[in-house]
């Protein structure tokens, strides 16, 4: 069963960091595309990041850009989220998710699976 698992979230102070984690089970997540989302409370669920197969490309939201890195250990069937510099409006649950689109997108509509989510809060 195909199954993705976000950890690492939390609550942090502005201009902290947090790292967030994706694991994949059920499928080797070498072969997929993947990207970081986010969804606060009102607001649709927006694109972060992407990521393809090894990593060489990669595509951030102008909003994290600078801030937040996107990286893959395919041995370890993971996808990390680097996020530095946090701010108040960071503040959502964020979602790992994979795509078989053959190009890069940030779109929640062109992925197919998708994990529960991991809340990351930002306040003082």
């Known amino acids: 069963q195909l199954q993705l698992v976000e950890s690492g979230g939390g609550l942090v102070q502005p201009g902290g960091s947090l790292r967030l984690s994706c694991v994949a089970s059920g499928f080797t997540l070498a072969y997929y595309r993947i990207g970081w989302f986010r969804q606060a409370p009102g607001k649709e669920r927006e694109g972060v990041s992407y990521s393809s197969w090894g990593g060489g490309s990669t595509i951030y939201a102008d909003a994290v850009k600078g801030r937040f890195t996107i990286s893959r250990d395919n041995a370890k069937n993971t996808v990390y989220l680097q996020m530095n510099s946090l701010k108040p409006e960071d503040t959502a649950l964020y979602y790992c998710?994979?795509?078989?689109?053959?190009?890069?997108?940030?779109?929640?509509?062109?992925?197919?699976?998708w994990g529960q989510g991991t809340q990351v809060t930002v306040s003082s």
């Open positions: 998710a994979v795509t078989q689109k053959t190009i890069p997108t940030m779109s929640p509509y062109d992925y197919n699976y």
